[in-house]
Nanobody
Framework: QVQLVESGGGLVQPGGSLRLSCVTS????????MSWVRQAPGKGLEWVSH????????YYADAVKGRFTVSRDNAKNTLYLQMNNLKPEDTALYYC??????????WGKGTLVTVSS
C-alpha cells in the first residue's frame, strides 16, 4: 500500500536549518507531483511547496519563498525539503502529501519542527 514516511524534524534555533525527508513506497513515485504541507499548533493546514514529478518545476508559499527548497530523488523514491533561516513561525508539524485533483490523497504522519531559542 502507499506509504509516506517523513523524518528530519527537530528543535532548531531561529536562523538555523533543517532538512526534511519523505521516503515513499507503494506507488510509482516518479509519476506523481508531490507536496509539503504544514500545520502550526492550533492552526489549520498550510500548503508549503509543490514539485512536479520530474522535478523541473517547483512552487512555494510566499511565507517560505527564498528560504525553503524542495527537491526529489526519483531513484530513491524520496522527497526533500531544505529549510534555511528558520523562524519561530515555521514551527509546525510538516507533512509530505501526494496531490490528487484539488486535494491530497495520501499523507504521511508528519515530522515536528520547532524553532525556538
Amino acid at each position: 500500500q502507499v506509504q509516506l514516511v517523513e523524518s528530519g524534524g527537530g528543535l532548531v534555533q531561529p536562523g538555523g536549518s533543517l532538512r526534511l525527508s519523505c521516503v515513499t513506497s507503494g506507488f510509482t513515485f516518479s509519476n506523481y507531483f508531490m507536496s509539503w504541507v504544514r500545520q502550526a499548533p492550533g492552526k489549520g493546514l498550510e500548503w508549503v511547496s509543490h514539485i512536479r514529478n520530474s522535478g523541473s518545476k517547483v512552487y512555494y508559499a510566499d511565507a517560505v519563498k527564498g528560504r525553503f527548497t524542495v527537491s526529489r530523488d526519483n531513484a530513491k523514491n524520496t522527497l526533500y525539503l531544505q529549510m534555511n533561516n528558520l523562524k519561530p513561525e515555521d514551527t509546525a508539524l510538516y507533512y509530505c502529501a501526494r496531490p490528487y485533483y484539488n486535494g491530497m490523497d495520501y499523507w504521511g504522519k508528519g515530522t515536528l519542527v520547532t524553532v525556538s531559542s
